[in-house]
């Protein structure tokens, strides 16, 4: 005989779960009295929209469900952002939300929210456990459903007097993981159209990979010749050094790379749903009838064919079909040479630039950065014109190096970095974040220093909403408008929360800033003051303005 509570956190541990992220509530104190006597790290944060980001990079990171405990109410509509985030960026992950006592659904009670009706519609799975009996089925079935297919965000309301009851329940068992698999005619079909093409092209996104899938494929790829990019911010499916790489399939893409998708006669699109930003608003690739032949591998059937109509549909995981691909017998590459020119023209295009306007320049910033962290660090970062250094100037060679939301979910770096460095306290973390950026989130710098877990927030303070600013000087030429933010000393601001702090106002004062953020042993934030004028690594505001 448990409580509900007691079974909650039975559960999560048979399915091997041992830290999740959460700001606590009245609403789920029987979660958290159980959690004493268990060996679940609960890493408490400061805003359940942080603390759902963490779950979300766990998840990423991992392929296991990201766990987060948040309370009704507000508590549960703060956390939105990151189910958002989990559901357009394919992660697994269960949020747990404390309800209203059962005796008071219904009535408007304090702080009540009906959270299938107002999650529905952006998590993968809804549900609410009115038996605390049912607690074991209910997550066993909330793991499948987060990790199988298309994987996602599953969300749990527990009333309050559910968690304090006592039941007689079955022990819990780990989920089952559901695998699906590439047939031999589904492969023997995709190696008669690579015999038949001339210029294929390879795009990497979506979920369900792993290091052991990264390393198959890149032997594959290597094997065939096959050019290859990653979709927007899954840059760590692919070693951006190895011969075959050719960029990044993302927002503003060389024009190179874009040319070459167009142009391609087969594109093996392997895991991603191939969406807006890495279509470039569906032009690279046409909705509903590709120009190109598509072979689309994916792990949810329900995705195949539902945005693009391919000439091959693999209903497969990532991890298997790279396994199925690596061991396909290679045929002629007639394209190898495109392949090395496609490689060499991302080389050029992910050479910083030396100068820029203003006192600090970012090109030799990312520059010196490539030389000093290894290949193992974390990049996190959220959404802004800033993160356009870390996409395209660095040059990432490691699975579980990036944590970045397809969804440009803003404030998502510093929360995303203090999951990174729980999770790998041995590597170096590094978040990137824009003034406006780290402002949503950055009180997680406090759950970082709580934690000890020294992570580096480079902070890129331009003094406004840059995104915004740039497309209003390019639609509103001059006629500035809400996008211009005052903000607060950063660096004095992380030493308050018992951090360590830098200002660079040069360029050559970054090197030295950085080295003694490492050195401090303290989670550390790094203010870079960059002009406004530098909005983008090829043009300035001004020439937007004036459309240059």
């Avoid at 607690?135 to 559910?162: C, K, Q, Y």
């Avoid at 250094?389 to 490691?398: A, E, K, P, Q, Y």
């Avoid at 809400?482 to 360590?500: C, E, M, V």
């Avoid at 490492?518 to 690594?537: F, H, N, R, V, Y």
Wanted: net charge negative; glycine share 10%; hydrophobic share 40%.
């Amino acid at each position: 005989m448990k409580t509900g509570g007691q079974l909650i956190v039975d559960s999560l541990e048979a399915n091997g779960v041992d830290r999740i992220y959460s700001v606590p509530g009245e609403s789920y104190l029987a979660v958290l009295d159980a959690l004493h006597d268990s060996k679940i790290r609960n890493i408490v944060c400061r805003q359940e929209g942080g603390a759902a980001m963490m779950a979300d990079c766990h998840g990423r990171l991992t392929g296991q469900p990201g766990i987060c405990f948040v309370t009704r109410g507000p508590g549960a509509t703060n956390a939105s952002p990151g189910i958002h985030i989990a559901m357009q960026d394919s992660t697994p992950m269960i949020l747990f939300i404390g309800q209203v006592a059962s005796h008071a659904r219904e009535r408007e009670a304090f702080q009540e929210v009906d959270y299938r009706a107002f999650f529905g519609p952006i998590a993968k799975w809804a549900t609410e456990i009115d038996d605390a009996a049912r607690i074991p089925e209910i997550l066993s079935r909330a793991f499948s459903v987060a990790t199988s297919g298309r994987p996602g965000p599953v969300v749990i309301s527990l009333p309050e007097d559910m968690l304090t009851s006592v039941v007689d329940a079955p022990a819990a068992l780990p989920y089952t993981p559901v695998e699906t698999r590439p047939g031999n005619a589904e492969m023997e079909e995709l190696a008669a159209l690579l015999k038949d093409a001339r210029r294929p092209f390879v795009i990497l996104g979506g979920s369900r990979w792993n290091e052991k899938a990264v390393a198959d494929f890149e032997k594959a790829a290597e094997a065939w010749s096959l050019p290859v990019g990653c979709s927007f911010r899954r840059q760590m499916l692919f070693d951006h050094l190895h011969p075959s790489y050719a960029g990044d399939v993302g927002i503003g893409p060389n024009p190179k790379l874009a040319a070459a998708i167009k142009d391609a006669d087969l594109v093996l699109l392997v895991g991603g749903r191939f969406s807006e930003m890495p279509s470039s608003d569906y032009t690279l690739m046409k909705s509903p009838y590709p120009d190109q032949k598509l072979v689309h591998v994916h792990a949810d059937a329900n995705e195949l064919g539902r945005v693009y109509r391919p000439t091959l549909a693999i209903n497969a995981s990532s991890a298997a079909f790279a396994k199925a691909f690596a061991g396909l017998t290679p045929g002629d590459a007639p394209w190898a040479g495109e392949t090395e020119r496609l490689h060499q023209a991302y080389l050029d295009w992910s050479t910083p630039p030396k100068t820029g306007p203003g006192a600090v320049q970012m090109g030799p910033i990312m520059e010196y950065l490539e030389s000093v962290l290894p290949e193992d660090a974390i990049f996190t970062n959220g959404a802004g014109n800033y993160a356009t250094w870390v996409h395209r100037f660095h040059r990432f060679r490691r699975f579980a190096t990036q944590g970045a939301p397809t969804s440009g979910s803003m404030g998502y770096g510093t929360p995303a970095a203090v999951a990174a460095k729980a999770l790998f306290p041995e590597r170096p973390v590094l978040a990137f974040a824009g003034d406006g950026c780290f402002m949503m989130n950055g009180q997680e710098f406090a759950t970082a220093v709580q934690e000890n877990l020294p992570i580096i927030v480079v902070v890129v303070n331009n003094g406004i909403y840059g995104t915004i600013r740039m497309h209003q000087e390019r639609e509103y030429p001059g006629r500035v408008s809400g996008t211009s933010i005052n903000n607060p000393d950063f660096a004095a601001l992380a030493r308050a929360y018992g951090g360590h702090g830098e200002t660079v106002e040069k360029t050559e004062e970054f090197a030295g800033a950085f080295e003694r953020a490492q050195a401090s042993g303290k989670p550390a934030l790094i203010e870079i003051k960059l002009d406004p004028e530098a909005i983008t690594p090829a043009k300035t505001l001004t020439d937007i303005r004036e459309k240059r």
